[in-house]
């Protein structure tokens, strides 16, 4: 069976994530069920990669899922960070991809549903690695 881009995304398989990409630049702007966003996906379950891919071919890092959790991909960062753990393991990297998510502009002050930001989950969820990267300071902004 062939995996679909939300399916890809998800499992961390970055060939077939190029190639639904190949076949489609648009598919990354694709809602997928329970209203995520294939960077979503990639984000929550730490895949680097595939985060760069989208990313590359245009995926707003601010986009938000169309449920009412209103999430974006960095929420979804800190929430894999929360569920699997910080650490680089298993092909996933939560510190990697939240650098990535926030170079490509996104917005770890922006609320989703229940008034959460990254920030506050981070906090809430002891998530000390990922706070520097979330909150970058005056002279990294520079």
């Known amino acids: 069976t062939e995996l679909d881009i939300h399916e890809a995304c998800a499992m961390g398989r970055a060939g077939i994530v190029q190639k639904r990409l190949t076949d489609d630049p648009l598919v990354y702007d694709e809602v997928g069920p329970a209203g995520f966003l294939p960077l979503h996906r990639a984000a929550y379950r730490g895949h680097v990669d595939a985060v760069s891919l989208l990313l590359q071919m245009g995926a707003d890092p601010n986009a938000r899922s169309q449920n009412g ?36 502009g996104a917005d770890a002050e922006l609320e989703m549903e229940g008034e959460w930001t990254a920030i506050s989950a981070a906090e809430r969820d002891g998530l000390d690695e990922l706070l520097p990267i979330l909150r970058p300071t005056a002279e990294q902004a520079d």
Do not use: K, P, Y
């Not at 569920?83 to 393991?89: A, H, K, L, P, V």
């Open 69 to 104: 959790a209103s999430l974006t991909a960095v929420h979804s960062a800190v929430a894999g960070a929360a569920r699997f753990s910080t650490g680089d393991e298993n092909g996933r990297s939560f510190r990697d991809v939240s650098a990535r998510l926030m170079a490509a």
